[in-house]
Nanobody, 119 residues
Framework: QVQLVESGGGLVQAGGSMRLSCVAS????????MGWYRQAPGKQRELVAV???????NYADSVKGRFTISRDNAKMTVYLQMNSLTPEDTAVYYCRLGGDWGQGIQVTWGPGTQVTVSS
């Protein structure tokens, strides 16, 4: 059983910065990709940033130049550095990990962490 736990969310003023962390635990044979998604009230969940183990990164147009996804393999942690935050970034942010947990390719989601940006 692979589990993800996000942290680092909270309340920040517009223009501020915040770093989210996502720690993975459990039996992980290999990782294909890791990413951050978000869901604002009344909206569908959307991709924020995704990163492959080959270090290829893709970002939503709305966060390009402001957000950076990175990882620490030794700590089994993926990060999302968020700068120049705006109220439109307010959402629940979810970590997603795709890989082989011993039963073929699977995807695991974290429970989410709330990010609120005040104007």
């Amino acid at each position: 059983q692979v589990q993800l736990v996000e942290s680092g969310g909270g309340l920040v003023q517009a223009g501020g910065s915040m770093r989210l962390s996502c720690v993975a635990s459990g039996r992980i044979l290999s990782i294909n990709n890791m990413g951050w998604y978000r869901q604002a009230p009344g909206k569908q969940r959307e991709l924020v940033a995704v990163m492959t183990m080959g270090d290829s990164r893709n970002y939503a147009d709305s966060v390009k130049g402001r957000f950076t996804i990175s990882r620490d393999n030794a700590k089994m942690t993926v990060y999302l550095q968020m700068n120049s935050l705006t109220p439109e970034d307010t959402a629940v942010y979810y970590c997603r990990l795709g890989g082989d947990w011993g039963q073929g390719i699977q995807v695991t989601w974290g429970p989410g962490t709330q990010v609120t940006v005040s104007s």
